[in-house]
């Protein structure tokens, strides 16, 4: 469910004041995840299943909901996860949410495990605010144009999006599902 | 009844489920019609014959849903994730799909 132009700027000038309003989770974003067979964890040279990868994406990965992103990449089975060459750091850099600072300050990295984070932290901080266009930064891939769709999907999993309500305070549940069926909604709305 | 516009069918998921719910294949009557002329006149008759075939993939999705509906495992729009819901949800939204290939790069390190 792609956001809007209103609620992305909305989220990108409360930079992480919390909304007065949401004293409740909102319906975020809907992940339908067509391709679903490899592990949910990783292990060397396997691939990881794009619940994983989408978890990670968001600082969530696999039941561990650690409200501070950079310790989770910090773990070493995390090395090379990102490619910092995906990363638009311009688009990304309109939207940072101030994690980077975090970064600048911990004295635990060398530098350049510290860029190579900082460009990471870059990456998923665009894809909590708007994941299809994080993700088309990324070589190869292609994007449709939005349509409105009907899908009967089942539930994989429905969580709150703990990175962004940290650093944006938006308070949205993130529901992955996957689908039997996506068609075009035809029905006036 | 207007036509529907797959853009995408898990065909796999899809019989698993279906064939825990219904047989794989389906009747179609079809009626048979003969006339013949006989010493005592004209006869004429008619007998409605079964066809096995597959359920189409259309068939499938209406019945699942059907199927879904009745025995309340399903549910309309997005969970509210207070309470843990049903399994299978329906949904109309708006929608992107992102396409990713799976040799680019490092992405095998990303498992899409």
């Not at chain 1, 860029?115 to 665009?126: C, E, I, K, M, V």
Request: aromatic share 12%; net charge negative; proline share 7%.
């Amino acid at each position: 469910m792609p956001r809007t132009r209103e609620e992305l700027k909305a989220i990108l000038e409360r930079r992480g004041e919390w909304a007065e309003d949401r004293w409740s989770p909102g319906p975020g974003n809907l992940y339908l995840l067509e391709a679903y067979r490899h592990s949910d964890s990783y292990s060397h040279g396997e691939r990881l299943s794009p619940f994983s990868t989408i978890s990670i994406m968001m600082g969530d990965y696999v039941d561990d909901h650690s409200p501070l992103y950079f310790r989770d990449l910090l773990r070493p089975e995390f090395n090379g996860l990102f490619n910092p060459d995906w990363v638009d750091l311009d688009a990304a850099d309109k939207i940072d949410p101030g994690v980077k600072a975090e970064v600048e300050k911990s004295d635990l990295l060398p530098d350049e495990r510290k860029t190579s984070l900082y460009h990471a932290l870059a990456f998923a901080s665009y894809f909590l605010i708007d994941p299809a266009e994080a993700l088309a930064q990324i070589p190869g891939a292609q994007i449709a144009p939005e349509r409105r769709i009907r899908t009967l999907y089942r539930v994989r999993k429905a969580y709150p999006e703990a990175e962004l309500a940290w650093n944006y305070g938006q308070w949205d549940i993130a529901t992955f599902g996957y689908p039997i069926f996506i068609a075009e909604d035809t029905d006036p709305v | 009844m207007a036509l529907v516009e797959y853009l995408y069918v898990d065909e796999k998921r899809l019989d698993t489920y279906f064939e825990q719910i219904s047989s794989p294949v389906t009747y179609d009557k079809v009626p048979m019609w003969n006339a013949e002329i006989g010493l005592t006149g004209p006869k004429a008759g008619g007998a409605q014959q079964r066809f096995a075939r597959p359920f189409t993939t259309h068939e499938k999705i209406s019945k699942l849903t059907e199927y879904l509906e009745d025995k309340g495992h399903v549910e309309y729009g997005r969970s509210s994730g207070k309470k843990e819901g049903t399994t299978f949800r329906i949904e109309t939204c708006q929608a992107k799909r992102v396409f990713i290939p799976q040799t680019a790069g490092s992405l095998r390190m990303l498992g899409h």
